[in-house]
């Protein structure tokens, strides 16, 4: 029988951000606004590294810059697996129905190289 909720990385990341949130006592800290924001936050940091770039491509983008950009990264998602978890999503699975809206919203044979949205088309 296959399990329906296989263990995975994002689930082994969010019991580890839970015992890091638990050993500090900060649960009272991360309620779903401020985890909210604190994405939002982070998402900012993200841009720094690829501020006045033309593209961010390597070799644009040094070493250093790559590595703040793994580092906000790092904070981006350690932010969305807190909120999903403070609400109890199940991010993997909200994450696949999305897929699954977006390939009915983006047919390939109508979107194939095309980056305009889905109300441009027909
Ligand atoms: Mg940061």
Same mark, same amino acid.
């Given at each position: 029988?296959?399990?329906?909720?296989?263990?995975? /990385?994002?689930?082994?990341?969010? #019991?580890?951000?839970? %015992?890091?949130?638990?050993?500090? #006592?900060?649960?009272?800290?991360?309620?779903?606004?401020?985890?909210?924001?604190?994405?939002?936050? @982070?998402?900012?940091?993200?841009?720094?590294?690829?501020?006045?770039? @033309?593209?961010?491509? =390597?070799? %644009?983008? =040094? *070493?250093? /810059?790559?590595?703040?950009?793994?580092? @906000?990264?790092? #904070? $981006?998602? =350690?932010? $969305?697996?807190?909120?999903?978890? %403070?609400?109890?999503?199940?991010?993997?699975?909200?994450?696949?129905?999305?897929? %699954?809206?977006?390939?009915?919203? &983006?047919?390939? #044979?109508?979107?194939?190289?095309?980056?305009?949205? &889905?109300? *441009? &088309?027909?």
């Amino acid at each position: 029988v296959t399990d329906p909720h296989p263990p995975d /990385a994002l689930l082994a990341l969010r #019991d580890a951000l839970r %015992e890091f949130v638990a050993e500090r #006592d900060w649960k009272q800290f991360h309620t779903p606004r401020n985890l909210a924001i604190a994405i939002s936050v @982070e998402a900012g940091e993200l841009l720094e590294p690829f501020q006045w770039l @033309e593209t961010g491509r =390597s070799p %644009e983008l =040094s *070493e250093a /810059a790559r590595a703040r950009v793994a580092d @906000e990264l790092a #904070d $981006v998602l =350690s932010c $969305v697996v807190r909120l999903a978890d %403070e609400l109890d999503i199940d991010l993997p699975a909200a994450a696949r129905a999305k897929l %699954e809206q977006n390939r009915a919203k &983006y047919p390939p #044979d109508q979107v194939r190289g095309s980056a305009r949205k &889905y109300s *441009e &088309y027909g």
